[in-house]
């Protein structure tokens, strides 16, 4: 679909007492103001009689960019593969070494991200092969930064299963969660929160937060949750149902979609 439907360059021409040949061999001469009132006033006229020119206009602009966009996270996925996989201080669950891996974005702080914990639960329950890798991106404000930054400090003291179990308390837990809410959990746990308290200003922590933003940045990411499996970037909580779907069909024939 084009942007624009032919006008009758003709008929536009010799309204303006040009010809055709003069206005093909003048093309990068400015136009008097004459000239310029008489073409304003033709196109005017013309969109007047025919809207539907800016509709397609629009859809096809719209196209054009969700395009793009498309594109241009297939990129970020294929160069950013192994940041987004194996990261060194995401929370990995399900199968370490599953034969599937399915990212995501999320932040404490986020009520779409506490609902898709249900869904990822079920899916691991549910597909031994499938490996989980969830990243902290803290998006919501300062309280989630602090959480953050108190949640990469936990995996310098957690692995694996009791890592995800720590996670699982942080985003299940009432009300507004914050670096103090983030240490009472981590105590619970039996966590020395005088090393957490220390660790979640070091450099290493901020570089990991860091690297997260910069990962949803060039993935295009403009909240939360945002899952990525194979070559499909997924945002929001989409329900268990077209997440189990995609992984099918990556595991089938290595694309979101067969």
């Given at each position: ?7 009758p360059?003709?008929a ?6 040009v010809?055709a040949?003069a206005?093909?061999?003048n093309?990068?001469a400015?136009f008097?103001d004459?000239?310029?009132s008489?073409?304003?006033?033709i196109?005017?006229d013309?969109?007047i009689k025919n ?10 602009a ?8 498309r594109?241009?996270?297939g990129?970020?996925l294929?160069?950013?593969?192994e940041l987004l996989v194996n990261?060194?201080h995401?929370?990995?669950a399900?199968n370490?070494?599953g ?5 995501e974005?999320f932040?404490y702080?986020?009520g779409?991200?506490?609902k898709a ?5 079920a899916l691991i329950?549910a ?5 989980v890798v969830?990243?902290d ?5 300062q ?9 990469v400090?936990v995996?310098q ?12 308390k942080l985003?299940?837990s009432?009300?507004r ?5 983030a ?5 619970q746990m039996?966590?020395?929160?005088t090393k ?5 200003s070091?450099?290493e922590?901020k570089?990991?937060i ?6 949803g ?7 939360t949750p945002a899952?990525?499996?194979g070559?499909?970037?997924?945002p929001g909580?989409?329900g268990?149902e077209?997440m189990r ?5 990556v595991?089938?024939c290595g694309h979101a979609s067969c």
């Amino acid at each position: 679909m084009s942007f624009f439907r032919p006008l009758p360059v003709l008929a536009l021409a010799l309204s303006l007492g040009v010809s055709a040949t003069a206005l093909a061999q003048n093309a990068a001469a400015p136009f008097t103001d004459a000239q310029r009132s008489a073409i304003e006033g033709i196109i005017k006229d013309y969109l007047i009689k025919n809207p539907e020119v800016l509709q397609d206009a629009m859809a096809e602009a719209e196209k054009r960019q969700v395009e793009t966009q498309r594109l241009a996270q297939g990129a970020a996925l294929k160069e950013s593969r192994e940041l987004l996989v194996n990261g060194k201080h995401d929370v990995v669950a399900g199968n370490p070494q599953g034969d599937i891996t399915l990212v995501e974005f999320f932040d404490y702080n986020c009520g779409y991200c506490r609902k898709a914990l249900g869904d990822l639960q079920a899916l691991i329950k549910a597909d031994p092969k499938l490996r989980v890798v969830i990243k902290d991106f803290p998006v919501l404000g300062q309280e989630s930064l602090e959480a953050s930054q108190v949640a990469v400090a936990v995996a310098q003291q957690l692995k694996g299963d009791k890592l995800f179990e720590f996670h699982q308390k942080l985003l299940e837990s009432k009300g507004r969660v914050n670096g103090a809410k983030a240490l009472d959990v981590a105590k619970q746990m039996g966590l020395d929160t005088t090393k957490l308290q220390k660790d979640m200003s070091s450099p290493e922590v901020k570089a990991v937060i860091s690297e997260n933003r910069g990962l949803g940045d060039r993935l295009g990411l403009s909240g939360t949750p945002a899952f990525i499996v194979g070559d499909e970037v997924i945002p929001g909580a989409v329900g268990v149902e077209p997440m189990r779907k995609t992984i099918a069909d990556v595991r089938q024939c290595g694309h979101a979609s067969c």
